[in-house]
């Protein structure tokens, strides 16, 4: 498999670019077709999966593959705002399959010098996308122009407008469109050495975080002021704060409020951060003072189920092993009435493939390298409260390797 898309290899030719007038607004820049040689994800890959479901052009409208399909661009405006007046900010990348030199991009008016400084690779810029509805008129015609008017097109139905959708039914009466959630999410599956570098960073910075929080708290810090610290101390470390499930004490409730982390209590922080859209999601616990033994009890117990996953982690290894392994060690397990394990995949969105949590005996899917697992371990306790680990483990050629694998323990402060 070649993740970078052929490099240096010469584009398949199809039809051609599309005529010269076509779409040539204030918004809209043309980069030469013979210009593009790479893309940055597996171009092979992903005319693989088109040819695969009949598919003459996938349509990408959410953030993280719009994202993924450019390279790393995202306007910088609408990173986390995508509302605006009476409709929300939308960029659509489309790519006609075996066709990279006809590849376009929809976006806002305005967005040309940032995609210049971010490299975007797409020969075709439309920068006229002023609202949802409007992007769907532009999508319409340039579907139109490459000859999918009356074809099969894959738009991401979970991550487009309403008014963009009904945009394209007016418009393109005769054209198929089916769902490219799932064959995007296949095209992402795999994960490059700079996607994994990022995924790494993101993991180490999240745990770090959190280390640097607990120490910041001081008894009777509410769950919502240790909140505050943690997103402080991610942005320090160059992550983009995306949420923490947060607990203390006997309590379950998990959203930051005014319940207080007290000496003697247990403390659970689940948090995702983000680096360049790449996302940490991991687990640790912390206590004021020394942990009671079955504190440490029940700790261990949730990391026993989290060691046990790991030990089939390799290349070959069904998804459903993953799984019966773990369970099989946590239904030996004293508080087991108490455990909920789980795996799933990780990158750019949690729970995306590997979908190892839906797996069953048999049904033939297997872990490769470059597949990315979050492997999490829940343990609800009324003496204690809530105890959970989640760790990040990625399948390499030989095994397994764990990302931000540190504090893993109860961490104690005074």
């Not at 509302?83 to 991009?105: I, M, N």
């Not at 122009?145 to 074809?151: D, N, S």
């Not at 909140?227 to 704060?241: D, I, N, P, Y």
């Not at 982690?313 to 004293?334: D, M, S, W």
């Amino acid at each position: 498999m070649d993740p970078g898309g052929g490099a240096g290899a010469p584009v398949k030719r199809g039809p051609g670019p599309l005529p010269r007038d076509y779409g040539q607004g204030v918004g809209m820049t043309k980069t030469p077709a013979d210009t593009v040689e790479t893309t940055p994800f597996d171009r092979g890959r992903m005319d693989d999966l088109l040819r695969e479901a009949d598919v003459d052009l996938v349509v990408a409208s959410s953030p993280h593959n719009t994202r993924y399909l450019t390279g790393g661009y995202r306007h910088h405006f609408h990173d986390r705002m995508p509302a605006g007046g009476r409709s929300s900010y939308l960029s659509v990348v489309g790519y006609p399959r075996e066709r990279p030199e006809d590849a376009f991009v929809v976006g806002r008016p305005g967005e040309q010098e940032e995609q210049r400084r971010g490299g975007v690779w797409v020969p075709n810029v439309l920068n006229e996308g002023r609202s949802s509805a409007v992007v769907g008129e532009v999508l319409a015609g340039q579907a139109a122009g490459l000859g999918a008017g009356a074809g099969t097109i894959a738009v991401e139905l979970p991550f487009l407008p309403a008014d963009t959708l009904l945009e394209l039914q007016r418009k393109l009466p005769d054209a198929k469109l089916i769902d490219a959630t799932p064959l995007l999410e296949e095209l992402r599956l795999i994960k490059r050495p700079d996607e994994l570098a990022l995924l790494k960073e993101a993991s180490e910075g999240v745990v770090a975080a959190m280390l640097a929080t607990y120490a910041r708290a001081i008894p009777g810090s509410t769950t919502r002021e240790i909140t505050t610290l943690l997103q402080e101390e991610e942005a320090k470390r160059g992550l983009a704060f995306d949420y923490l499930l947060i607990a203390t004490a006997r309590s379950f409730y998990r959203a930051p409020s005014d319940d207080r982390w007290e000496p003697g209590q247990s403390l659970s922080t689940d948090s995702g951060g983000s680096r360049h859209g790449y996302l940490g999601d991991l687990a640790r616990m912390a206590v004021f003072g020394e942990p009671t033994a079955l504190m440490r009890e029940l700790l261990d117990e949730v990391d026993a189920a989290q060691q046990a996953a790991r030990r089939p982690i390799r290349p070959g290894t069904p998804y459903a092993e993953v799984n019966a392994v773990a369970r099989e060690v946590v239904e030996q397990l004293p508080h087991r009435a108490e455990i909920d394990f789980e795996a799933h995949g990780m990158g750019m969105v949690n729970h995306e493939a590997p979908h190892v949590e839906l797996a069953r005996e048999g049904d033939g899917q297997k872990l490769a390298a470059g597949m990315v697992l979050s492997i999490e371990t829940t343990l609800k306790n009324r003496e204690v409260g809530f105890v959970k680990l989640e760790d990040t483990v990625v399948v390499t050629d030989t095994g397994w390797e764990a990302y931000g694998d540190t504090g893993r323990g109860w961490n104690v402060f005074d």
